[in-house]
């Protein structure tokens, strides 16, 4: 893994090569996530973002999580999943439940409304998935993506205490 070298000897340029991987990341991956937020606000008259709640809160058990596992699970701040979860308690979809364990901490439950919306859209947005990555991709690609992914992840969540994360702001 490369480390950063001392501030002292000065930024590391990226070499031509660099910025040309760079550059083709940042433009696919905003033109893949323009992609899904109009197939889904097309579909479903909702964003990506959203859509990925509701996915994460299917596969909960009972359907349901603490916010701030589901703030984790998203890697979005608190605020943004509470802008996120009012809009979709107001659809009809979620619901919150106060947890009785913690009077601070809620739920948020899926609605059988949410599931039924989300079991109408997964075929189209597993279809628009697919058409624009899955498909222009070989196996060994897809395996190497997934790899590289992975990899940057990692780097990106670190695991000590105090870390400055998405779902801890």
Not at 25 to 44: K, P
Not at 72 to 99: F, P, Y
Request: charged share 30%; with cysteine; glycine share 6%.
């Amino acid at each position: 893994m490369n480390k950063a070298p001392d501030s002292a000897a000065g930024p590391r340029w990226l070499t031509a090569e660099e910025q040309y991987v760079w550059r083709a990341y940042l433009h696919a991956t905003t033109l893949l996530e323009d992609h899904l937020d109009r197939q889904l606000q097309r579909d479903a008259g909702m964003p990506h973002v959203y859509y990925g709640l509701l996915v994460v809160l299917a596969e909960a058990p009972r359907r349901r999580l603490r916010m701030t596992e589901l703030a984790m699970q998203a890697k979005i701040t608190r605020s943004r999943l509470s802008h996120a979860i009012a809009r979709l308690e107001k659809n009809g979809w979620v619901r919150r439940e106060d947890c009785p364990a913690d009077k601070r901490g809620q739920f948020a439950v899926l609605t059988d409304d949410g599931a039924e919306v989300l079991r109408r859209t997964a075929p189209g947005h597993v279809a628009a998935v697919r058409q624009a990555l899955f498909d222009r991709l070989n196996p060994e690609q897809q395996k190497a993506l997934g790899e590289i992914m992975e990899i940057v992840a990692e780097g990106l969540q670190p695991k000590e205490a105090g870390a400055d994360l998405p779902w801890l702001r």
